[in-house]
């Protein structure tokens, strides 16, 4: 195996949260220098030490030739963007699960400056972020995007170019829809059932085994719901701004989507029960526990 590291570009990761950290820890497999960015400075420091890449200010970090960050939202994304200037022939990826309309401007601001902006929100949790099987599905110049493939190839199982900017975004949004719209239907399933006296784990075992299966039944039910664990990898108001997202992508085209803009709905309610970030996104379903009464265990 070629063990030798890319020593010609420098990569830079701007956001070490549940999912960039993970995903940065990757990168100095294949590049020599890694430089990785924290707003609490701590994390990028531990990172540095954990993972033989470099902590720097958020200044040095945009001057690297391939810049990813994973933020929030479009908004901190934005932010940074305008208070720094990348160089020119760079080229910012965008992990954020963000705005379409967001990507398409910052594309044309990084265009001014010589440099290029791809949405490439990623899919696959905190345990495809560990093991490096993320699926990224890219927005943006096909020119740019094999510039920083081989950057991106680093914790990804599967790399999609889905269109020009903003695609990759929309596709998150649609995706996290489907999966809170999974979530919640298996959910309604299971009480219906627990009402009837069904055991809820023989119910799963038939329902994957079957035409009802999803990511839901097969993997968020009983590792996170049915055995009440509710483990904090993925924020409640994170799904619900990737349901918003998708509803504001509706409403711009006017497709009727009666189920999607309920689920956007359910999805919001429920997050407005916890303050913001507290909650896992599988805490969705105690929302329709309390209005059946019926626990999902
Ligand atoms: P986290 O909340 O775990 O991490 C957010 C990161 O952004 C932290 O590093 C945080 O820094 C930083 N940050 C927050 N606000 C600012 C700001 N104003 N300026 C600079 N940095 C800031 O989020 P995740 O890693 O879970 O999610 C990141 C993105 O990935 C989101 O868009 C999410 O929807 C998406 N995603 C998440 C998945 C998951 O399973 N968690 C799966 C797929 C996509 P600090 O440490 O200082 O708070």
Redesign the pocket.
Known sequence: MNTEKITSTTVAF????????RMAAHLPKKFAQVQVY???FK?AEQHASEYSTQAVTLAEAVQADIIFS????SA?VA??ISQHTPKAGSVWVD????VPSVAQQLASTLAQHGSAFLDA??????T??ENGTLTVMVGGDATALAKAKPAIDCFAGLIEHVGESGAGFAV?AIN?TLLAANLWAASEGLSILKAHGVNLTNALNCINASSGQSLASSNILPNRVLNRQFPN???LN??A??CGIAIDLQQQKQTPSPMLAQVASLCRAASNQHTA?SADFSDMVKLLEDWTGIEIS
């Open positions: 701007i956001g070490l949260g549940a999912m960039g950290y924290n707003r609490t994390k994973c933020l929030p939202t901190e932010s940074i992990c954020t699960s963000g929100p990623v899919s696959g949790q905190t495809g972020a998150k996290n990898t993925f924020a994170l799904l701004k990737d970030g």
